[in-house]
């Protein structure tokens, strides 16, 4: 069984900093990109920041120049580091890894509240 494990998420007051962490246990398949994504109650999943087996990064352009996006691919982990975060009701963060012929795989997802 594939799981993509995920910790590190919480109560952050405004401006302030919460890191997240994602690692894939289970199975030995290739991951060829790997990040997370974010959902709001209401709204839709958006993409936050992935990196693939290259070291190519992408980033919602809300989140560039605060949230950092890291990895270790013989861990098979990746790493969201985020700071300067805004106010706002909880939004949850989901883990989220895509292998060989379209093969993926979501975490649970971990919820990150951002006090008033």
């Not at 936050?48 to 013989?74: H, M, P, Q, Y």
């Not at 883990?95 to 006090?115: D, E, F, I």
Request: hydrophobic share 35%; proline share 3%; with cysteine.
């Amino acid at each position: 069984q594939v799981q993509l494990v995920e910790s590190g998420g919480g109560l952050v007051q405004p401006g302030g900093s919460l890191g997240l962490s994602c690692t894939v246990s289970g199975d030995t398949f290739t991951i060829y990109n790997m990040g997370w994504y974010r959902q709001a109650p209401g709204k839709e999943r958006d993409v936050v920041a992935t990196i693939d087996i290259s070291g190519n990064l992408v980033e919602d352009d809300s989140v560039k120049g605060r949230f950092k996006l890291s990895r270790d691919n013989t861990r098979r982990t990746v790493f969201l580091q985020m700071n300067n975060v805004t106010p706002g009701w909880l939004v949850f963060y989901f883990c989220h890894a895509l292998g060989r012929y379209g093969r993926q795989n979501w975490g649970k997802g971990t919820a990150v509240t951002v006090a008033h």
